[in-house]
């Protein structure tokens, strides 16, 4: 795309966009000439950015404004920046310190509050099902007749306690013994390859075979648990007038929703960060905002995403970047395998 400009239109294009994302106002061909970036008249800036406005670049709300940039403009701004490479923010830091929670409920509110706090945008994830992380250790305690108490603890320190519920009843010991026999035999595995070796697992006499049809059930039980946990976690910076408006929006309609997570789900097939921007995409156009989001995983394993929502003139240089760390550290640390 970037090809149909030369060089003096892609530099006043892009002081065009960077001066419009900081005081959201029209940028005016005199405002350009009197900072004093373009050896160049106002004059002769103007027909530079008619040629942009010709070229769908920019546009002008009136006759006497300056210029704003189409989504084409900020599509052209956003492919600069990973042209140029983007540092990581100061405020990284506040993003790296909330993932020393153990605690894996705790942990998929506070990634979108975070991401959201530092941006003043509105933040998003897509939690992996516990189900593909893989685990230190399973340990499963009697509550009563019908529910047990199952305690993950994955590789990376995170905990899940969850309520299973089951038709029979289940003795102390044999919970324990079952608990003992996964965790030495499957410790390092995630419950979905537990349950598929279980599956696969050639009938044997005594004591082991009598409890690994019965750990082949939990590990089912468990699963069809955790399916009914909600993935999707969104915050926005409450004190920003318009992140609360459009999160107000985002959940009264659970059709925007849907189409959200089908932009979401594109960005699997990407390993850098993905940004839709307006007229884009059906979401992103009927809010007139933008989505910055990237996949996180493990190895050829897809398993979340976690992505930022805001107006079209956020700052992409913060935002890309944060985005872009958060990712990484879900990688490393909600799904780090020991070596």
Not at 263 to 286: A, D
Request: glycine share 6%; proline share 4%; with cysteine.
């Amino acid at each position: 795309m970037n090809q149909e400009l030369n060089q003096r239109e892609r530099e006043i294009l892009k002081e065009v966009v960077t001066h419009y994302l900081a005081c959201s106002e029209p940028i005016s061909s005199r405002y350009l000439a009197k900072i004093g970036k373009f050896s160049l008249s106002p004059a002769t800036i103007r027909n530079v950015m008619l040629d942009l406005e010709e070229k769908g670049y920019l546009y002008q709300p009136h006759i006497s404004a300056g210029r704003i940039p189409t989504d084409k403009g900020f599509r052209f701004y956003i492919q600069e920046l990973f042209i140029e490479g983007m540092k990581s923010p100061k405020f990284i830091k506040q993003i790296n310190e909330a993932f020393s929670s153990s605690d894996y409920s705790k942990l998929v509110e506070t990634i979108p509050k975070i991401m959201a706090t530092v941006t003043h945008q509105i933040g998003l994830f897509i939690a992996p099902h516990f189900g593909h992380i893989p685990l230190k250790s399973l340990d499963f305690i009697p509550v009563d007749e019908k529910r047990i108490l199952a305690i993950l603890i994955a590789r990376s320190g995170t905990i899940l306690n969850k309520l299973i519920n089951v038709d029979t009843l289940w003795s102390r010991r044999e919970l324990s013994i079952i608990s003992r026999y996964l965790t030495a035999r499957y410790a390092g595995k995630t419950l979905f390859q537990i349950k598929a070796i279980l599956e696969k697992e050639p009938k044997v006499e005594g004591l082991e075979g009598e409890f690994l049809p019965k750990s082949l059930k939990l590990s089912q039980k468990i699963i069809e648990e955790l399916d009914g946990i909600e993935s999707f976690h969104i915050e926005a910076d409450l004190t920003r007038e318009n992140a609360a408006n459009l999160l107000i929006k985002l959940k009264n309609s659970l059709n925007e929703k849907n189409k959200l997570m089908e932009i979401l789900n594109k960005c699997i097939q990407y390993e850098s960060p993905q940004v839709f921007i307006g007229e884009e995409t059906y979401f992103t156009q009927k809010f007139d905002c933008a989505l910055v989001a990237s996949k996180y995983g493990m190895e050829e394993q897809t398993l979340g995403a976690v992505g930022i929502i805001g107006p079209k003139t956020m700052p992409y240089h913060l935002v890309i970047p944060v985005v872009q760390e958060t990712a990484k550290l879900l990688s490393k640390s909600i799904l780090a395998k020991e070596d």
